[in-house]
T-cell receptor, first 115, second 110 residues
């Protein structure tokens, strides 16, 4: 299993500013993902955080808006840049191993409100 | 396109009643399906996975490839089952990413 510490748990930010969310895992994990859950919506994958290389972004998400770092196998950050009210959402770090049947582990989420 | 559909946003039952949370998926290959649960003020956690064919907390789910469904069932609901339930699909060996449904909130009344 893996225990994930995600910070901050919530924040209220002014539009035009940026927020960096941290995800710290208590053990080395192969896969780290960043998801977003907008109100009433499903969890949507933003990107896969790759250790030592650029993140792999899903359609509709770009590096300039959501820069991601993953300096090692236990830590990653997601930055929400130049925020607007439409970025108000829950952001979630999810980790797991390779293979179809491996379990995923979840951070507690970051509830972001942009005013 | 890969997709997971949970048609019910809210399902309300009384304690002791049977429960079925519906999940349908869209994927041309052989997916791996999961049910994840989020209890009040807790983070998401695994409830059960298709490949294990196990029963957890009285819940079972059978993969029906003909109907592309993975419904979650429990014969007798308990109040402590009240939670948010997400069906998820893992579709590829290469990416390991999960595709989630929109979730169903289960309310079990005493």
């Amino acid at each position: 299993s893996a225990v994930i510490s995600q910070k901050p748990s919530r924040d209220i930010c002014q539009r035009g500013t940026s927020l960096t969310i941290q995800c710290q895992v208590d053990s080395q994990v192969t896969m780290m993902f960043w998801y977003r859950q907008q109100p009433g919506q499903s969890l949507t994958l933003i990107a896969t955080a790759n250790q030592g290389s650029e993140a792999t972004y899903e359609s509709g998400f770009v590096i300039d808006k959501f820069p991601i770092s993953r300096p090692n196998l236990t830590f990653s950050t997601l930055t929400v840049s130049n925020m607007s009210p439409e970025d108000s959402s829950i952001y979630l770090c999810i980790v797991g191993g390779r293979g179809l049947d491996t379990e995923a582990f979840f951070g507690q989420g970051t509830r972001l409100t942009v005013v | 396109a890969q997709r997971v559909t949970q048609p019910e946003k809210l399902l309300s039952v009384f304690k002791g009643a049977p429960v079925e949370l519906k999940c349908n998926y869209s994927y041309s290959g052989s997916p791996e399906l999961f049910w994840y649960v989020q209890y009040s003020r807790q983070r998401l956690q695994l409830l059960l996975r298709h490949i294990s064919r196990e029963s957890i907390k009285g819940f079972t789910a059978d993969l029906n490839k003909g109907e592309t469904s993975f419904h979650l069932k429990k014969p007798f609901a308990q109040e402590e089952d009240s939670a948010m339930y997400y069906c998820a699909l893992k579709a590829s060996y290469n990416t390991d990413k999960l595709i989630f449904g929109t979730g169903t909130r289960l309310q079990v009344f005493p």
